[in-house]
T-cell receptor, first 111, second 114 residues
Framework: LAKTTQPISMDSYEGQEVNITCSHN???????ITWYQQFPSQGPRFIIQ???TKVTNEVASLFIPADRKSSTLSLPRVSLSDTAVYYC????????????FGQGTTLQVKP | DGGITQSPKYLFRKEGQNVTLSCEQN?????MYWYRQDPGQGLRLIYY???????QKGDIAEGYSVSREKKESFPLTVTSAQKNPTAFYLC?????????????FGPGTRLLVL
């Protein structure tokens, strides 16, 4: 399973766009990139998933360059409720679905 | 209302006592997982099960046991052999199909030692 590296923490202000970058230099050919969000004392929640180029849904965008060695989660116009820990995960160990969580990025949105 | 339920929300364990955490899902998912989360850390995999009556150890299985007698249930027992059980425990499930299938998490159980 590919190891991921993310910034430990980030600060932002309400209304700004936030970009969180994740490095995954050892990503395998069939690995997908998935981002989860976790609030304190709650289970992680799926945000977005992609394989290459760009993926967009109603809450975020995911940018993946051609070499796939990194990815960037983009949160448009954040609000205070976006304060959370964001995890970048790569791969799923074949068909077991085993996920490897790093420490994640703690995003603090200020008013 | 489909989803994953975990009970209890808080659980207290006495020294030398075994305790069981409940995880139930009505999503018709084949695969289920148990994770442990310590303060400020990411999740670590304890056990997982891809199908009924089968389960595999994760990265930190020592001191824990599981069973998978029914598709919708995957209880976790924290045994007295687990010397540092205080943590937040999360159960998850997925359909068990292709590798990109996402996992859905329950609300968690916080275990505290008296």
């Amino acid at each position: 399973l590919a190891k991921t590296t993310q910034p430990i923490s980030m600060d932002s202000y309400e209304g700004q766009e936030v970009n969180i970058t994740c490095s995954h230099n050892n990503i395998a050919t069939n690995d997908y990139i998935t981002w989860y969000q976790q609030f304190p004392s709650q289970g992680p929640r799926f945000i977005i998933q992609g394989y290459k180029t760009k993926v967009t849904n109603e809450v975020a965008s995911l940018f993946i360059p051609a070499d796939r060695k990194s990815s960037t989660l983009s949160l448009p116009r954040v609000s205070l409720s976006d304060t959370a820990v964001y995890y970048c995960l790569v791969g799923s160990s074949g068909n077991t679905g085993k996920l490897i969580f790093g420490q994640g990025t703690t995003l603090q949105v200020k008013p | 209302d489909g989803g994953i339920t975990q009970s209890p929300k808080y659980l207290f364990r006495k020294e030398g006592q075994n305790v069981t955490l409940s995880c139930e899902q009505n999503l018709n998912h084949d695969a289920m997982y148990w994770y442990r989360q310590d303060p400020g850390q990411g999740l670590r995999l304890i056990y997982y099960s891809q199908i009924v009556n089968d389960f595999q150890k994760g990265d930190i299985a020592e001191g824990y046991s599981v069973s998978r007698e029914k598709k919708e249930s995957f209880p976790l027992t924290v045994t007295s052999a687990q010397k540092n059980p205080t943590a937040f425990y999360l159960c998850a499930s997925r359909t068990g199909g292709s590798p990109q299938e996402t996992q859905y998490f329950g609300p968690g159980t916080r275990l505290l030692v008296l």
